[in-house]
């Protein structure tokens, strides 16, 4: 390690410097800050940049290291998505409703994390309420991919996703509804998993979609992701839909081997219009688990995957109808006060407060939601939520796993679908179907292909698991991953 | 156009949402190719089927109800946009 810059290295590598003794925690937070001030320019990963309450956490994380009183990530500077509840520190959703909103207390993964030995660099850009695909959506920048300064990241977790493929931090925290972490993982050449649904509270989450919203690790590989799940996984009461289990070690599967591993690669997730590159990427990363001792069926099939964009387009947005009328202007947040009627100022503190695509999607709830089509569109979108389910537990019967494409695409270019929301949806086709069935899934870094002009452009396998069952997802990408070297390779910035 | 726009005024007035006509002529549009897309679900076969509204097989979370402590009030009140007296101020509902 002696030839890598510290900035450079896994959250694993970093702690185990930290557990030897030989870099403190204040030398790790001083080279992530230095490393901040000399690409975040560039990348524009953060709303909010931490610097002081960093060096303040440091140097106590360094007090717990000398005093034994340690764990694993103790000291190792993360970066968090702005999503998520962090007391006496700027909460803003990325919208200009939140933009001054301090919450008075801490998320629950916060909250992990900090007894854990949390040092916050800072809060990570997003789409508007994770709303979105490329993190255009933020109401107060976009950020670039550090593969092409030029591309999106993909959202909504965008910020998360570019800090730590730009090594602006060890390890991120995201929120994935419709693929929010795991597209801009994809996007960025990062790990990046969602959970669950039930497996890390949301408590402290601000909500989208309550019934599809999940928070998980973005990191630099597969190791650090089970390490981050061990930190924030388990049982809270303060959310009711928290399952009352108790959370494995998820580093119990890494395991370099996948002898006996049953992976299933359905053919609706080989979309129209999907780039030959990812397929090819894909494709040669089947065959590489199979030689890892994999038993791979290539003939899967989930019929309803058609379906999933339109079912999770009148789900999510119906949900976050729900959610977002508790901003109106009185309790936190923007208010408006030029109307003429208290009804009128909560119209305009929405007007202004909120972002196009949020509203859009407000708009769409309430009409789906709205007297005289809530049989046509929510109550079917419910149905079809139960066929892809139960089409994902009879795959499950049959298959440990099932591999697809994260995203069809890789990186697209800024301004490339702002102006056509269909479009911008439509690259979230292969990681939708997993939040409306509650699955876990992951993103693992799978190769390049190369763009237009030259670049590389990462490409991550979306690998899929039953309900509960992170440890055989971690294991598939985990063994994967330790054959190839994709998740070594680092931007050129 | 699937949504004509007095059905957007409708919509947005039902969540007491500000739009401006430009917004409305956009939204119109952009909205009515979503609803347009929505279709593809007409072609599922749904006879028979239960909705899902939830993917975790829980039903009434219970706890006891013990006493603890909440909020310091000064600590929800530090937000408000407007406040007078230890509370929130909202401007007269009844005019």
């Known amino acids: 390690m002696a030839d ?85 520190v700027r909460t803003t959703c990325g919208s200009r409703m939140l933009e001054n909103f301090v919450p008075p207390y801490n998320a629950h993964v916060t ?75 994809s996007l960025c050449g990062v790990v990046g998993m969602k959970p669950t649904y039930g497996r890390v509270s949301r408590f402290g989450l601000v ?18 992701c089970a390490l981050v799940l061990n930190a924030i996984a388990g049982h809270d009461r303060r959310d009711a839909t928290s399952a009352p289990l108790d959370a494995p070690d998820f580093t119990a599967s890494l395991i370099p081997d996948l002898k006996g591993l049953r992976v299933g690669v359905p053919r609706e997730y080989f979309v129209e219009g999907m780039d030959d590159g990812v397929r090819a990427c894909i494709e040669a990363a089947v065959r590489q688990m199979e030689a890892l001792g994999a038993e791979v069926d290539w003939e899967v099939s989930l019929p309803s995957t058609g379906a999933a964009l339109a079912c999770y387009y009148i789900i999510a947005p119906s949900e976050a109808m729900a959610n977002l009328a508790r901003y109106d202007g009185v309790k936190y947040g923007y208010s408006n006060t030029q109307g003429e009627s208290m009804w009128e100022n909560m119209e305009r503190t929405r007007q202004y407060g909120f972002g196009d695509e949020v509203k859009r999607r407000i708009m769409l709830g309430t009409y789906a939601l709205s007297a005289g089509y809530y049989d046509a569109y929510y109550l079917k979108a419910q149905k079809v939520r139960t066929l892809i389910r139960r089409e994902f537990d009879e795959a499950f019967q049959r298959c440990d796993v099932l591999v697809s494409a994260v995203s069809p695409t890789p990186a697209f270019r800024l301004g490339e679908k702002t102006d056509n929301p269909l479009q911008m949806y ?64 680092r931007p050129p910035l | ?48 089927v239960e909705p899902t509204s939830h993917t975790l097989a829980l039903e009434n979370v219970m706890r006891d109800d013990e006493p603890r402590p909440s909020f310091p009030h000064e600590d929800i009140l530090a937000n408000a946009p407007f406040r007078e007296e230890g509370f929130f101020r909202v401007r007269a509902v009844l005019e």
């Open chain 1, 4 to 88: 890598r810059p510290l900035y450079d290295l896994t959250a694993h590598e970093a702690a185990d410097l930290l557990a030897r003794r030989e870099v403190s925690s204040r030398q790790l937070t001083e080279a992530v800050l230095e490393r901040i001030r000399q690409v975040e320019g560039r990348i524009e990963a953060f709303v909010t940049v931490t610097e002081e309450l960093a060096l303040r956490q440091a140097d106590e994380a360094d007090k717990r290291l000398a005093a034994g009183d340690a764990s694993t990530l103790t000291g190792v500077p993360a970066a968090i998505k702005d999503v998520i509840c962090t007391k006496g």
């Open chain 1, 207 to 224: 909500a989208f979609a309550s019934s599809l919203d999940q928070i998980g690790p973005l990191t630099k590989d597969v190791t650090d």
């Open chain 2, 1 to 48: 156009m699937a949504i004509t726009r007095e059905e957007v005024r409708h919509v947005a007035t039902l969540f007491r949402l500000g739009l401006s006509e430009e917004d409305i002529a956009r939204f119109q549009e952009q909205l009515s190719q979503i609803i347009d897309y929505f279709q593809v679900l007409q072609q599922v076969d749904t006879e028979g």
């Open chain 1, 111 to 185: 909250e992990r994390l900090l007894q854990a030995g949390l040092v916050m660099v800072g809060k990570a850009n997003m789409d508007e309420y994770a709303m979105g695909s490329s993190t255009e959506n933020s109401a107060f920048h976009p950020t670039h991919n550090p593969w092409d300064l030029e591309r999106v990241p993909g959202g909504s977790s965008g910020g998360s996703a570019a800090a730590v493929a730009a090594s602006e931090a060890f390890y991120a925290l995201g929120s994935d509804t419709g693929g929010s972490i795991r597209q801009p993982a």
């Open chain 1, 426 to 489: 439509l690259s979230d086709v292969c990681t939708i179907p997993v939040n409306i069935a509650g699955l876990p899934a992951v993103s693992v870094p799978c190769g390049f292909v190369d763009g237009p002009d030259g670049r590389s452009l990462p490409v991550g396998l979306h690998i899929m698991g039953k309900p509960f069952d992170e440890l055989a997802i971690l294991r598939a990408a985990y063994a994967y991953e330790q054959a190839t070297d994709w998740h070594k390779a």
